[in-house]
């Protein structure tokens, strides 16, 4: 069995937060976008964060970054469209 998501952050502020369980059970019930309602996401994650997007075919955006501590994050659902066949 290979690894889908590794925890690549060993600190202790790691294990205080929690946002990264909320925002993996969004991308587990397919939610269009992603994020950590309206809140930054510990910068110690972003590896955590990008594996998550990549594991379940979300786009990851990251943004401002508050105190070397904290990024702004939202994941966007990635979707292929077809189009239907003429015939």
């Given at each position: 069995?290979?690894?889908?998501?590794?925890?690549?952050?060993?600190?202790?502020?790691?294990?205080?937060?929690?946002?990264?369980?909320?925002?993996?059970?969004?991308?587990?019930?397919?939610?269009?976008?992603?994020?950590?309602?309206?809140?930054?996401?510990?910068?110690?994650?972003?590896?955590?964060?990008?594996?998550?997007?990549?594991y379940y075919n979300?786009?990851?955006?990251?943004?401002?970054?508050?105190?070397?501590?904290?990024?702004s994050f939202i994941a966007?659902?990635?979707?292929?469209?077809?189009?239907?066949?003429?015939?």
């Amino acid at each position: 069995m290979k690894l889908a998501i590794k925890f690549t952050d060993g600190s202790p502020s790691f294990t205080h937060g929690v946002e990264f369980g909320r925002i993996l059970q969004k991308m587990e019930l397919g939610n269009q976008n992603v994020d950590n309602e309206g809140f930054p996401v510990r910068i110690e994650n972003k590896q955590v964060y990008i594996s998550a997007c990549k594991y379940y075919n979300y786009t990851p955006v990251f943004g401002d970054v508050w105190f070397n501590e904290w990024v702004s994050f939202i994941a966007i659902k990635n979707t292929s469209f077809e189009l239907p066949v003429l015939n």
